[in-house]
């Protein structure tokens, strides 16, 4: 039917439309930002400067491998898993009180600019946001520019676990010893859901 097609048709241009806009949308907001930081730098006002760019783009790639579903945001579930596992929060109701604090639309989605609010929250886990910037230098795992976030937050938590292990006197063994907890509960949690 001609009619069916036409509304198909006008459907399908709509939808190419509005992800036009949304990209647009994007790429102005990331222009005015990146405005805003060089007039920033330019003027010696590098303190207002939450993270330097490279930095921002290594945290911007990290967010990028917790989207499991590449909506350009992420859920709870999607920020806890890693969080515990390294040992940066203990269960998912502190990391739920960082991700309520940020989600102001109240949608149950974070985005990058949410993200890094987290990260930056002079209230909530400075921990966090120094475990971030050091993982973007490269300090916490050897090749972490070219790791996908899963597998460098596997190789930390592998580290700090056999250091503390390796070496009884480690500055780290009460570090290890709260992700060895925190990672244990998680799979506490994960085995009770495989058997449901």
Known sequence: ??????KSE????????????KSYRENSQKLLTSRERSWLKKRGK????DFDDSVRNELRKYFVSMDQSGS???VLEELADPLIALGLAENREEIKTLFDTVDTDKSGKIEFDEFLAILK?????????EF?????RGKLVEDSDVLPFNLVV???????LMEA????????????????????????????????
């Not at 590098?46 to 400067?49: A, F, L, N, S, T």
């Open 1 to 6: 039917n001609e009619n069916d097609l036409l």
């Open 10 to 21: 006008s459907k399908r241009l709509l939808q190419e439309k509005l992800l036009r806009f």
């Open 46 to 49: 590098d303190h207002y400067i």
């Open 72 to 74: 350009g945001s992420i």
């Open 121 to 129: 929250n002079k209230e909530g886990n400075s921990t966090m946001g």
């Open 132 to 136: 971030f910037k050091e993982m973007t």
């Open 154 to 160: 596997s190789s930390y938590r592998r580290k700090m």
């Open 165 to 196: 292990v390796v070496n009884e006197n480690s500055s780290n063994k009460p570090q290890a010893e709260k992700i060895m907890r925190a990672y244990s509960k998680q799979l506490e949690k994960s085995k009770k859901k495989l058997s449901l």
